[in-house]
């Protein structure tokens, strides 16, 4: 069988000397683009991934693009499972790299998707490497679920990521973590995608102005009743954040749009907040409004299962020798589905730097062998 366990010093100092493998695959990910809306490019991701997880023995099971594209590698043959969920998609268009290559700078490595979330998935996966090379046997298969839309809203990947959470002990989401401290993500809020489009009616904008109705003019009215919504002290944002109408600067306008983005921190806000949006009446005679949308994402609050969860985090990485403090964060990621069914979850548990969704992103390599070795002890237990 094994050893059942390893002093966390163990694992530290086994990882330690697996940096420059470790600094190798993350090269490998980040070489490899993948826009969630590329199926062939996010699937080559994919079967590289799947490789790599046979290579250390794991049980590998990859969907074709056509099927969703997920990836599952499982290993251990204890009672249960637990569940360390990945997404390999990023928002980085193909061509990025060419503009900003991975290169490794003053013990940071920088490169497009390196923080959110490739450095976290090599850490979780030389954890799982680590249990496996240390002969440690946790008491519960571990299972990885890769998913590849994530940042589009995890449509095709939600109900696998669900099923998945309800068998498992625990969730592990190696995202990124929170700030230069390295803070895990104790609560995040909901998430909810909305489209406005407003209907006028045309004119021409010299000879006939006052027979037209404005869309663009209505749209106005209705951003400033959206932006009046966010309510900072209940944790409530609402943002337009796309507008387009009209067809050419001498005609009134008669169909304009915006995109609407919803955060909230529970989900009475979120009710509140989306009925509000759904609630909305023209201000303007003679326009009219549809309003389609959802609520994409459960907030992740702070459950008593995954509070006791950070808590025992949190002792394991005081016994390595470094603070893992936690946050609450406005972004979203398919922890919030993993949490809302259930399932004790810890998320951002993965790279520490900076710059999610930035030109600038960063992670410090000084940070990945102790925060894999977070992962693998608990993993192991």
Not at 97 to 108: H, K
Not at 190 to 209: E, F, K, M, P, Q
Not at 239 to 260: K, L, T, W, Y
Request: with cysteine.
């Amino acid at each position: 069988m094994g050893r059942k366990d390893a002093d966390m010093s163990l694992y530290v100092d086994h990882l330690l000397k697996q940096q420059a493998v470790m600094l190798a695959m993350l090269r490998a990910m980040v070489e490899r683009e993948t826009p969630s809306a590329d199926g062939p490019a996010v699937h080559g991701l994919v079967e590289y991934m799947a490789e790599r997880f046979a290579e250390i023995g794991a049980a590998v099971e990859s969907l074709p693009p056509s099927a969703g594209g997920q990836l599952r590698a499982s290993w251990g043959d204890g009672a249960g499972q637990v569940l360390v969920l990945c997404h390999l998609d990023t928002v980085w268009p193909i061509g990025e790299l060419a503009r900003r290559p991975f290169r490794v700078e003053d013990g940071r490595a920088y490169g497009p998707g390196v923080y959110d979330m490739k450095g976290g998935i090599v850490q979780a996966f030389f954890a799982l490497k680590a249990l496996i090379d240390l002969n440690v046997r946790p008491a519960s298969k571990i299972l990885f679920l890769c998913t590849t839309d994530e940042e589009t809203g995890s449509a095709g990947s939600r109900a696998l990521i669900e099923q998945e959470a309800r068998r498992s002990r625990f969730v592990l989401v190696p995202e990124p973590a929170s700030g230069p401290a390295g803070a895990v993500k104790l609560t995040r809020k909901g998430w909810g995608i909305y489209h406005l489009t407003v209907a006028g009616r045309t004119a021409h904008a010299g000879n006939d102005h006052e027979a037209g109705i404005s869309a663009i003019t209505e749209l106005a009215h209705q951003i400033l009743k959206l932006h009046a919504l966010t309510d900072y002290s209940a944790g409530t944002t609402v943002n337009v954040g796309v507008v387009s109408g009209g067809r050419v600067f001498n005609m009134v306008a008669d169909r304009a749009e915006a995109g609407i983005d919803l955060r909230a921190a529970s989900n009475e806000e979120l009710r509140r907040a989306e009925q509000a949006i759904r609630g909305l009446a023209p201000v303007t005679p003679g326009t009219s409004l549809a309003v389609t949308g959802r609520i994409n994402r459960p907030p992740l609050e702070a459950t008593e299962a995954n509070v006791r969860l950070y808590r025992r985090a949190q002792q394991i990485a005081a016994g390595m020798g470094f603070e893992l403090p936690a946050a609450n964060v406005g972004g979203v990621s398919d922890g919030n589905f993993t949490s809302s069914v259930g399932a004790a979850t810890l998320d951002g548990i993965g790279a520490v730097g900076g710059g999610a969704h930035a030109v600038s992103e960063y992670i410090e390599l000084k940070a990945m062998a102790p925060r894999a070795a977070l992962v693998a002890c608990l993993l192991a237990e």
